[in-house]
């Protein structure tokens, strides 16, 4: 695999019975980039996700993710990425020092990493003083922002968020979406669902998914003016209209 390439997908397929959720996607995603990987309810975007993280296994198809075979290297797939679910990832009951340390060794992160960079990470999230808390006593937005970090903090070649903003305000957003594009300054490549489609408009290039197949896919700007749109939402609707699955 090319260094510049985290993925590479080949009409990579998966079918539950006669149903084909994900039909014979192919694309690749490069190192360092923010890709938005958009489309209705029912579209096949968790399920393409779930594959790509080695969560689930293809039904046909090719993939190399972090430069590991999907069907072969599926582990390693896991230890060499990141992964934030929408619904909320850490454990409410214990701290959120306890969130951090639990996570970072499942990654087999020495002692020494941990503990210097546990520090940085509640610097930098201005949560040094809520160290000791429950994480269920913090609001939303810190949660959110709590996860990400905890997602990122084993400095993973990719992470995977799957629509990581849902529910928070307008503020907590951007703020999340500058620690989305720290990290890939960093190096890590994003790879995001999101229903908002003004957060379209930040990534580097946006794929939109229909009826399990990827419909388009390009920079925003190019989107927009290949469909004559003013903006990712216009653009959305026109390609969702065509959908004939119903939403889950």
Same mark, same amino acid.
């Given at each position: 695999? @090319?260094?510049?390439?985290?993925?590479?997908?080949?009409?990579?397929?998966?079918?539950?019975?006669?149903?084909?959720?994900?039909?014979?996607?192919?694309?690749?995603?490069?190192?360092? /980039?923010?890709?938005?990987?958009?489309?209705?309810?029912?579209?096949?975007?968790?399920?393409?996700?779930?594959? %790509? @993280?080695? %969560?689930?296994?293809? *039904? @046909?198809?090719?993939?190399?993710?972090?430069?590991?075979?999907?069907?072969? /290297?599926?582990?390693?797939?896991?230890?060499?990425?990141?992964?934030?679910?929408?619904?909320?990832? %850490?454990?409410?009951?214990?701290?959120?020092?306890?969130?951090?340390?639990?996570?970072?060794?499942?990654?087999?992160?020495?002692?020494?990493?941990?503990?210097?960079?546990? /520090?940085?990470?509640?610097?930098?999230?201005?949560l040094s003083a809520e160290a000791d808390k429950l994480v269920k006593s913090l609001p939303l937005g810190w949660k959110q922002k709590l996860a990400f970090s905890v997602a990122i903090f084993h400095e993973p070649q990719l992470v995977f968020l799957d629509e990581p903003t849902g529910g928070v305000d307008p503020v907590t957003r951007r703020e999340f979406w500058h620690m989305i594009y720290e990290?890939?300054?960093?190096?890590?490549?994003?790879?995001?669902?999101?229903?908002?489609?003004?957060?379209?408009?930040?990534?580097?290039?946006?794929?939109?998914?229909?009826?399990?197949?990827?419909?388009?896919?390009?920079?925003? +700007? +190019?989107?927009?003016? *290949?469909?004559?749109?003013? @903006?990712?939402?216009?653009?959305? %609707?026109?390609?969702?209209?065509?959908? *004939?699955?119903?939403?889950?």
């Amino acid at each position: 695999m @090319s260094n510049d390439k985290v993925i590479i997908a080949d009409k990579l397929t998966k079918r539950f019975g006669d149903f084909t959720a994900v039909d014979a996607i192919s694309f690749e995603v490069n190192k360092g /980039e923010i890709f938005g990987f958009l489309g209705a309810n029912g579209a096949g975007k968790t399920t393409a996700m779930r594959m %790509l @993280s080695g %969560l689930s296994m293809p *039904t @046909s198809g090719k993939a190399i993710v972090a430069g590991f075979d999907i069907y072969r /290297e599926n582990e390693q797939i896991k230890r060499n990425i990141g992964y934030m679910s929408q619904k909320f990832s %850490l454990y409410e009951d214990l701290t959120v020092k306890e969130n951090i340390r639990f996570y970072a060794g499942i990654y087999g992160k020495s002692n020494q990493f941990i503990k210097e960079k546990t /520090e940085r990470v509640l610097r930098q999230l201005h949560l040094s003083a809520e160290a000791d808390k429950l994480v269920k006593s913090l609001p939303l937005g810190w949660k959110q922002k709590l996860a990400f970090s905890v997602a990122i903090f084993h400095e993973p070649q990719l992470v995977f968020l799957d629509e990581p903003t849902g529910g928070v305000d307008p503020v907590t957003r951007r703020e999340f979406w500058h620690m989305i594009y720290e990290a890939a300054a960093s190096g890590i490549t994003v790879f995001v669902t999101t229903h908002y489609m003004d957060e379209a408009e930040y990534c580097n290039r946006v794929s939109i998914m229909v009826d399990g197949r990827i419909d388009a896919l390009d920079t925003p +700007q +190019q989107l927009k003016k *290949t469909f004559s749109a003013s @903006s990712m939402d216009e653009v959305f %609707l026109k390609l969702a209209r065509k959908a *004939t699955r119903a939403a889950d």
